[in-house]
C-alpha cells in the first residue's frame, strides 16, 4: 500500500491564534445537502456531562468504516481528540434524516454535514467564551476542547455548555479548518468499531438481545408467487415453548420462547401448510433474450454529436449480459421489535431507518410518530438486502407478544430465496470505426430491471410481507435513480472517454418476475465490464497498448492520473507467459464520483484463478487512508467473486441456489493479492470509495483472460463452461 500525497503546507497544530475560530461569512452560504435538510445543530453535536462530544449522523455503519471518519471529521472541526468522540447510532427518535446510507455518499453527505455544522459549533464557543474570559475571540485557540488565551485563561465546551444552546439552525457563515490544521482527517486512525468485532463484544443486531425477549419465524413458499391456501396448525400448537402463531393471509409465522422452539414450531407448521402454483420464472440460460422481449421503459441518457462525422468503415457490434446476482451477505438479516400499547419500536440494520419507518407506517396503519427505528450493526450488509423486510415480519409477529421484544432472524435459504437480487442485464455496443479502426461512433443499449425498490421512496410499500398479508399491496416494480443521482441501469453507460458522437439508451423493465433492487454499484459493474472490455478489444484491433489507448482518449487529468499510476505500480506490460494473462479497467464511479483504475493478473488452468489486482484510487481528500484501502480491497475481492462464481439458480418454478453450496463464492484461499495506490488530493472534497473498485476489477480480470488465453468472455461470470463457449465465438 502507497499514498502519494502532495506535501501539505504549514502543519499548523491546534493552538492559540491559529485564527481558524473567526472567517469572513459568505454573502450567501449555501449548506451541505444534509444540513440544509437537518440544519439544527443540537441534532448533530451535543456535549455530554462527562467531558466527551455526541456526534449523531443519519448515516450508518455497515462494515465501510464511516463512524471512523465521521469522527476525525468531528474531532478535526472541534478540535478535540478523538477519543472523545461518541458516536451515536442512527435513530428516527433523535438523528438527523440523511435518507438512506448507499452510493458512497456518506463522506460526500454527511461528512460534509458535519464539517460544517462543527466548525458552527465551535465558533459558537469561542464567541462565549471570549464574552466570558472579556479578551477577543481572535485571540482563543482550542485544545481537546479546552479554550485557551492569553495570560492562561481559559474555559471549555463543557463549563460553557449549561450556558450554550445549540438549539439553533446552521447558517453556514463558519469555515472550515483549513487543510493544514486539522490532524485526524488524511491519517489511518484505528477504526472504532473494530475492537468490539475484534474481542467478540456484541455490537451486531445479530448478537444483541434484549430482555424478555422472544424468538420469531416467519413461513414462506418455495415455489415463487405462491399464495398460502390452507394451514393445518395443530402439529405447531403442540411445541413446547410455543407463544403464538401469527397468520395474515399468505403471511404466517411462529413465536417462541427459544430458537430451537421457534424452528421446530416452524418445521410443524410448513407441514401444514398447502400452497397455490406460482407465477414461472425466465430462461436462466437465455437471460439475454428474456430481458430483450418484456416491456420496457425506453429513456435516451446522452447524445452526442459530431460537428464533423468521420467516415464509418466497419462497425463492431457486442453483446454483454451479467446474471441476476445475490446480496449474499454472511449472516442472514435480523430485526427486533416490540410494541408498547399502538407505539413500535424496531431495531435494525437497514440502511435507512427513516424511509424503513415511512413503509412501516403505511402497512401498520400508524402514524410515523408512532415507530422508532433504531439502527443496530448488521453482520454483513450493503446494497438492499432482506434487512428491512425481516423488519416488518418481527413487527408483525410482535403483535402477538403481549409487548414482549420479539426477534426474527432470516435463515440461510429464506435469504438467498427471497431478498432482492441485483438486477441481470443484456448489454449492446455498437462502435462505428473508420479506416484506422478509430472510434468515430459508439451507441451503447441496457435491459434490465429496475436497480431501486428500497422502501419509503413510494406511496405502496416495498416490503415483502406487504404483498403477502390478507390486503396486500403490490409488488412494487423496481425503478432507476435519474441520472442526477447516478442512475440505476444505465450508470456509468455514459462514456467517459472523448468519442466523437454518442447515443446512450436505458430499457427498464415494467415486468419483475424476480425480485431486484439495489446491489453495490446498480447498473455501474455491468456497463463498465462492457465499455471497457470493447475498448480493450477495438485496442488490440489497432495494435495499440490497452492502457496508452485509454489516455489518449480521455481528457480529465485525474482520471489519466489513476491509469498512469496504476500502469507505473504494476510496471506495465509484464513478459508475457504462457497461461498468465493482464488486463487493465478504469471508471470514475457514477462519473462524478471516485476515480479508479485496475491492472488484474490472472492465470488460467482448469479455471480461472486471479493471482494480483493492483489498483490506483483518487477520493480527493482521504479522510482515513486505511479506511479508503480497506474499501477498495472489499470492493475488489467482491468484484473477482462475482466474475468467477456468482449466479444466481433457478429453474422455471423456484430459486435454485439457497445455499452456499449452490451458490459459491470466492474461499479465503482464492483471495487475490490486492495492491492500493491512494492518490491523495486533500485541496479536493472527498468522495466515497465503497464502490469505485468493482466495475474496473471486473473489466481488468475480462481482458486480462483474453490477453492470457485468447479468449473474450462477454458472459458473466467466467466459468469453465463460458470459457467453452466463448472459444467459438471470439473473433
Not at 132 to 139: E, K, P
Not at 337 to 350: F, I, P, Q
Not at 661 to 667: K, V
Request: aromatic share 4%; with cysteine.
Amino acid at each position: 500500500m502507497r499514498i502519494a500525497q502532495p506535501d501539505r503546507a504549514g502543519g499548523a497544530a491546534r493552538g492559540v491564534g491559529d485564527g481558524s475560530a473567526m472567517s469572513t461569512p459568505s454573502p450567501t452560504p449555501k449548506l451541505p445537502v444534509s444540513l440544509a435538510a437537518n440544519p439544527r445543530l443540537s441534532s448533530w453535536v451535543k456535549l455530554t456531562s462527562n467531558g466527551r462530544v455526541a456526534i449523531s449522523p443519519g448515516k450508518v455503519e455497515i462494515g465501510q468504516g464511516i463512524v471512523t471518519a465521521l469522527a476525525q471529521i468531528a474531532a478535526d472541526e472541534l478540535d478535540v481528540d478523538i477519543g472523545r468522540v461518541e458516536m451515536i447510532r442512527a435513530s428516527t427518535a433523535a438523528s438527523p434524516n440523511e435518507g438512506v446510507t448507499s452510493g458512497s455518499l456518506s463522506i460526500q453527505q454527511s461528512g460534509r454535514a458535519l464539517r460544517q455544522a462543527c466548525a458552527e459549533v465551535r465558533q459558537i464557543f469561542v464567541a462565549a467564551a471570549a464574552e466570558r474570559l472579556g479578551v477577543d475571540a481572535s485571540a482563543l485557540g482550542i485544545e481537546d476542547g479546552m479554550i485557551l488565551g492569553p495570560g492562561n485563561v481559559r474555559t471549555s465546551y463543557w463549563e460553557l455548555a449549561g450556558d450554550v444552546s445549540l438549539d439553533r439552525d446552521a447558517t453556514g457563515n463558519a469555515a472550515a479548518k483549513p487543510i493544514a490544521a486539522r490532524n485526524a482527517a488524511g491519517h489511518s486512525l484505528q477504526r472504532i468499531d473494530i475492537p468490539d468485532k475484534v474481542f467478540a463484544r456484541p455490537r451486531f443486531i445479530h448478537d444483541s438481545p434484549l430482555a424478555g425477549m422472544l424468538h420469531g419465524r416467519v413461513m414462506r413458499p418455495e415455489i415463487s408467487g405462491a399464495k398460502l391456501v390452507a394451514l393445518d396448525e395443530e402439529a405447531a400448537h403442540a411445541v413446547p415453548g410455543l407463544v403464538a402463531i401469527v397468520r395474515d393471509g399468505s403471511f404466517a409465522g411462529v413465536v417462541s420462547e427459544t430458537e430451537d422452539s421457534v424452528e421446530v414450531a416452524l418445521k410443524a407448521l410448513r407441514k401444514g401448510a398447502k400452497w397455490s402454483d406460482g407465477a414461472p420464472l425466465p430462461d436462466e440460460d437465455d437471460l439475454a433474450a428474456f430481458l430483450k422481449s418484456q416491456p420496457v421503459e425506453s429513456t435516451v441518457i446522452d447524445t452526442r454529436t459530431s460537428a464533423t462525422p468521420g467516415k464509418i468503415a466497419r462497425t463492431i457490434r457486442r453483446h454483454y449480459t451479467r446474471p441476476y446476482i445475490a446480496h449474499a451477505s454472511i449472516a442472514p438479516s435480523c430485526a427486533m421489535a416490540r410494541w408498547d400499547g399502538d407505539r413500535l419500536h424496531v431495531w435494525t440494520h437497514s440502511q435507512g431507518v427513516y424511509l424503513l419507518r415511512a413503509d412501516l407506517a403505511i402497512v401498520l396503519k400508524l402514524p410515523a410518530e408512532s415507530i422508532t427505528v433504531e439502527h443496530m450493526e448488521g453482520a454483513g450488509c450493503y446494497g438492499h438486502n432482506a434487512a428491512d423486510d425481516v423488519a416488518l415480519d418481527a413487527a408483525l409477529l410482535a403483535r402477538a407478544a403481549n409487548g414482549r421484544p420479539v426477534r426474527v432472524q432470516w435463515s440461510r435459504h429464506d435469504e438467498m430465496s427471497h431478498a432482492p437480487f441485483g438486477a441481470a442485464m443484456a448489454i449492446e455496443i455498437e462502435a462505428d470505426l473508420d479506416a484506422d479502426n478509430e472510434i468515430v461512433g459508439w451507441r451503447h443499449s441496457i435491459w434490465s430491471n429496475g436497480h431501486a425498490a428500497r422502501p419509503g421512496r413510494a406511496a405502496q410499500p416495498a416490503l415483502l410481507a406487504a404483498t403477502e398479508i390478507a390486503t396486500p399491496y403490490p409488488r412494487m416494480i423496481s425503478s432507476n435513480p435519474p441520472a442526477a443521482n447516478g442512475g440505476g441501469g444505465d450508470r456509468n453507460s455514459v462514456p467517459l472517454y472523448d468519442f466523437p458522437a454518442w447515443t446512450i439508451e436505458s430499457h427498464r423493465l415494467l415486468t419483475m418476475p424476480v425480485r431486484t433492487s439495489a446491489l453495490r454499484t446498480l447498473g455501474g459493474q455491468g456497463n463498465i465490464f462492457a465499455i471497457e472490455s470493447l475498448l480493450d478489444e477495438i485496442a488490440a484491433l489497432r495494435g495499440e497498448d490497452p492502457v496508452q489507448f485509454r489516455l489518449r482518449h480521455l481528457r480529465d487529468e485525474r482520471a489519466k492520473d489513476v491509469v498512469r499510476t496504476v500502469a507505473a505500480r504494476a510496471k506495465w506490460k509484464p513478459e508475457k507467459r504462457n497461461g498468465v494473462g493482464y488486463g487493465v479497467g478504469f471508471a470514475r464511479y457514477k462519473n462524478t464520483g471516485a476515480y479508479c483504475a485496475a491492472i488484474a493478473e490472472i492465470e488460467g488452468t482448469d479455471d480461472i484463478r486471479v493471482r494480483r489486482l493492483i489498483l490506483a484510487v483518487d477520493v480527493g481528500e482521504a479522510i482515513n487512508p486505511d479506511g479508503v484501502i480497506n474499501q477498495i480491497e472489499g470492493g475488489a475481492i467482491q468484484a473477482t467473486s462475482w466474475v468467477l462464481k456468482e449466479r444466481v439458480r433457478f429453474d422455471r418454478t423456484r430459486i435454485m441456489s439457497t445455499s452456499w453450496t449452490d451458490y459459491p463464492i470466492l474461499t479465503f484461499s482464492e483471495v487475490p493479492m490486492v495492491d492500493v495506490e491512494i492518490i491523495q488530493r486533500p485541496e479536493i472534497e472527498p468522495v466515497g470509495a465503497g464502490e469505485a473498485a468493482h466495475g474496473p476489477v471486473t473489466a481488468a480480470i475480462a481482458n486480462a483472460v483474453f490477453d492470457g488465453l485468447g479468449v473474450r468472455v462477454r458472459d458473466l461470470p467466467i466459468t469453465r463452461d463460458r470459457l467453452i463457449a466463448a472459444m467459438e465465438l471470439t473473433p
